[in-house]
């Protein structure tokens, strides 16, 4: 019986190592990757946990232990469950009309060409572009230390060279989190006289606390979705949880 379990959460470990491969290591992989480790461990040695946890149970801190862990554990899992709920709905909130300014969110640049979920958002952007003549698009992202130079104008020059003219184009290149992208670019619009609904390009599992950011600014978005790599989506999924959680709470600390 405990075959197939242990098979599943070996799985899910082996798809949280494969981001280490390509130098991708996060909150996100380091979560999934050992609490799929621990489950893998559970199953493998199941009559040894459960007599350590029988033996737990003979005792009164035993007990409270046990019972805490479990709470953590029930609370860790419902909390996921919303966030990911609420993460599913803001993938696609297409805008109802073309009276919209697009906002790629930036994200690495690779020795001056976009990295491979960068070039997934700029051809979603590219999509929507070339068929909405009309629109104009913010690309949002400044230059870090190991980039030689900014995400705003390596994607200007991707989306240019795809056949977007200059003229729609117009770029925030100082911001540095997704925070500064949405603030900076909604000052660029204001200034350009561009439509004040924006609709952000992002990867899927970034929409919810991206558009969470952009409605506290005062802006209403929208969201057109990039597609994320299977092996990438787990670990930026559980990654954004974080997130959502750092950014809800400190919220309502502040």
Same mark, same amino acid.
């Given at each position: 019986?405990?075959?197939?379990?242990?098979? *599943?959460?070996? *799985?899910?470990?082996?798809?949280?190592?494969?981001?280490?491969?390509?130098?991708?290591?996060?909150?996100?992989?380091? =979560?999934?990757?050992?609490?799929?480790?621990?489950?893998?461990?559970?199953?493998?040695?199941?009559?040894?946990?459960?007599?350590?946890?029988?033996?737990?149970?003979?005792?009164?801190?035993?007990? =409270?232990?046990?019972?805490?862990?479990?709470?953590?554990?029930?609370?860790?899992?419902?909390?996921?469950? =919303?966030?990911?709920?609420?993460?599913?709905?803001?993938?696609?909130?297409?805008?109802?009309?073309?009276?919209?300014?697009?906002?790629?969110?930036?994200?690495?640049?690779?020795?001056?060409?976009?990295?491979?979920?960068?070039?997934r958002r700029l051809d979603t952007a590219y999509g929507y572009?070339? #068929?909405? #003549?009309?629109?104009?698009?913010? =690309?949002?992202?400044?230059?870090?230390?190991?980039?030689?130079?900014? #995400?705003? &104008?390596?994607?200007?020059?991707?989306?240019?060279?795809?056949? *977007?003219?200059?003229?729609?184009?117009?770029?925030?290149? &100082?911001?540095?989190?997704?925070?500064?992208?949405?603030?900076?670019?909604?000052?660029?619009?204001?200034?350009?006289?561009?439509?004040?609904?924006?609709?952000?390009?992002?990867?899927?599992?970034?929409?919810?606390?991206?558009?969470? &950011?952009? &409605?506290?600014?005062?802006?209403?978005?929208?969201?057109?979705?990039?597609?994320?790599?299977?092996?990438?989506?787990?670990?930026?999924?559980?990654?954004?949880?974080?997130? *959502?959680?750092?950014?809800?709470?400190?919220?309502?600390?502040?």
């Open positions: 019986m405990r075959v197939v379990p242990t098979l *599943i959460s070996f *799985i899910i470990l082996i798809i949280f190592l494969l981001p280490l491969t390509s130098g991708i290591i996060n909150l996100g992989n380091i =979560v999934g990757a050992s609490v799929s480790g621990a489950l893998t461990a559970v199953f493998i040695f199941y009559g040894s946990f459960s007599r350590f946890v029988s033996h737990l149970w003979e005792s009164t801190g035993g007990r =409270v232990l046990v019972c805490t862990v479990s709470a953590l554990v029930i609370i860790s899992i419902a909390a996921a469950a =919303v966030m990911s709920f609420f993460m599913l709905r803001e993938m696609h909130d297409i805008p109802p009309s073309t009276d919209t300014t697009v906002v790629v969110l930036g994200c690495k640049v690779r020795n001056g060409v976009p990295s491979l979920m960068l070039r572009l070339s #068929e909405n #003549e009309e629109v104009c698009v913010v =690309v949002s992202g400044g230059q870090g230390a190991d980039e030689i130079i900014s #995400e705003a &104008k390596c994607m200007r020059d991707y989306l240019v060279g795809r056949g *977007i003219a200059t003229e729609r184009i117009y770029m925030e290149d &100082k911001s540095t989190t997704t925070d500064e992208n949405l603030r900076f670019s909604h000052d660029i619009i204001a200034r350009e006289g561009l439509p004040a609904h924006i609709t952000i390009v992002t990867d899927g599992f970034h929409q919810l606390r991206s558009d969470m &950011k952009a &409605k506290k600014l005062g802006m209403e978005a929208y969201n057109i979705s990039a597609h994320t790599p299977w092996w990438l989506a787990p670990t930026y999924w559980v990654r954004e949880w974080f997130g *959502i959680a750092y950014y809800t709470a400190r919220d309502v600390i502040s």
